[in-house]
C-alpha cells in the first residue's frame, strides 16, 4: 500500500519561501510521476506542479510558475516543492499525489494527509 507523507509547512510572512517535502513507500519512487495541489477553503483542489519519473520533465500552474519549483531524488523517494515569493493567495494545504500523470484531481490513485501552508501579509 502506497503512503505519502508531506512536511514542511508552516506560517511565513508574504515574500518568504518554504520548502515542502513528500516522503513516498509502498511503491517503486522512481517508475511514479508526482504532483503538488493545493486546496483553500471553498475552493477545488487545485493543481500546482507536476514531474515526470526521471525528474527531467515538469510543468507548472500559471499561478506558480517562475515562483515555485518541484524537483525529486528518487534515492531518497521523495519530492520536494520550493515555494519562493510566497503571497497570501498561497495560503492552503499542499497535497502531494501519485499514481497518474495530469493536471487534474481524478488523475491521481494515491494521496497525502496535506500539509497547511499560511502567508500572512
Known amino acids: 500500500q502506497v503512503q505519502l507523507v508531506e512536511s514542511g509547512g508552516g506560517l511565513v510572512q508574504a515574500g518568504g519561501s518554504l520548502r515542502l517535502s513528500c516522503a513516498v513507500s509502498g511503491r517503486t519512487f522512481s517508475n511514479s510521476a508526482m504532483a503538488w495541489f493545493r486546496q483553500s477553503p471553498g475552493k477545488e483542489r487545485e493543481f500546482i506542479a507536476s514531474?515526470?519519473?526521471?525528474?527531467?520533465?515538469?510543468s507548472y500552474a500559471d499561478s506558480v510558475k517562475g515562483r515555485f519549483t518541484i524537483s525529486r531524488d528518487n534515492a531518497m523517494n521523495t519530492v520536494y516543492l520550493q515555494m519562493n515569493r510566497l503571497k497570501p493567495a498561497d495560503t492552503a494545504v499542499y497535497y502531494c499525489?501519485?499514481?497518474?500523470?495530469?493536471?487534474?484531481?481524478?488523475?491521481?490513485?494515491?494521496w497525502g494527509q496535506g500539509t497547511q501552508v499560511t502567508v500572512s501579509s
Open positions: 499525489a501519485t499514481g497518474g500523470w495530469g493536471e487534474s484531481p481524478s488523475d491521481y490513485d494515491s
Open positions: 514531474i515526470n519519473r526521471s525528474g527531467s520533465g515538469t
